[in-house]
């Protein structure tokens, strides 16, 4: 079964810091996609970053970055100089497998991160 | 471009009512799409997922129920509503066929049951 690990259930910082999300994930396909999603407080969740499973090149948005290693199943997201509008839950999340030659789209989400970025 | 409305965006509702939550996509055809629902603010339940009209999966058995009478329409209902039920609703769509691709989020509806 696939499953997404977000270990860090609460993290606060203070503006200007740096800050470093992590997620684990476990699957046995070895096509796969994983996705970075922000839940602000007015509750919508934002879409932010998909990366597929051959594609292991860091990537770079702004203030945002993600670090994706195969080798530690790892999906990191770092956000350099946090702002208060940074805070948020954090949610990572993995594609499922296709099943019976049909993508149904389901993703595996983890349990959240909520950052709190102090003034 | 695409976009994903759901309503209402807050409902307070006695035990033993029933409900009705509504979901419509705009500027996509045939879209997966999702119902989640989320407690205290933290991870996201799958309650329902549909492929095409008429095409419901239950991700997990309970009093709520799921229609799909149109293509880009998706309906969460329950004929009695129970204390349990309240939470933050989520309805969801992606791209169908094609794996990988991301879920878009509608804004949700907060459901307090008294």
């Known amino acids: 079964a696939q499953k997404v690990t977000q270990a860090q259930t609460e993290i606060s910082v203070v503006e200007k810091e740096d800050v470093t999300l992590d997620c684990v994930y476990e699957?046995?396909?070895?096509?796969?996609?994983l996705f970075w999603y922000k839940q602000p407080p007015s509750g919508e969740l934002v879409f932010l970053i998909r990366r597929n499973s051959f594609d292991e090149q860091n990537e770079i948005s702004g203030r945002y970055s993600w670090n994706f290693q195969k080798s530690t199943s790892s999906f990191n997201f770092t956000i350099t100089a946090s702002q208060v509008v940074d805070s948020a839950v954090y949610f990572c999340?993995?594609?499922?497998?296709?099943?019976?030659?049909?993508?149904?789209?389901?993703?595996?989400f983890g349990q959240g991160t909520i950052l709190t970025v102090h003034p | 471009s695409q976009t994903i409305h759901q309503w209402p965006a807050t409902l307070v509702q006695p035990v033993g009512s029933p409900l009705s939550l509504e979901c419509t996509v705009e500027?996509?055809?045939?879209?997966?799409l999702y119902w989640y629902r989320q407690a205290a603010g933290r991870g996201l339940q799958l309650l329902f997922y549909?492929?095409?009209?008429?095409?419901i999966s239950s991700e997990v058995p309970q009093n709520l129920s799921a229609s799909r009478p149109q293509d880009r329409q998706f309906i969460l209902s329950s004929k009695k509503l129970l204390l349990s039920d309240s939470g933050f609703y989520l309805c969801a769509w992606s791209v169908g066929q094609v794996m990988g691709q991301p879920q878009h989020f509608g804004d949700g509806t907060r459901l307090s049951i008294l």
């Open positions: 999340a993995l594609s499922e497998r296709i099943s019976g030659g049909t993508s149904y789209g389901k993703l595996t």
């Open positions: 699957t046995r396909d070895t096509t796969y996609y």
């Open positions: 500027g996509t055809s045939n879209p997966n």
């Open positions: 549909s492929v095409g009209i008429g095409q």
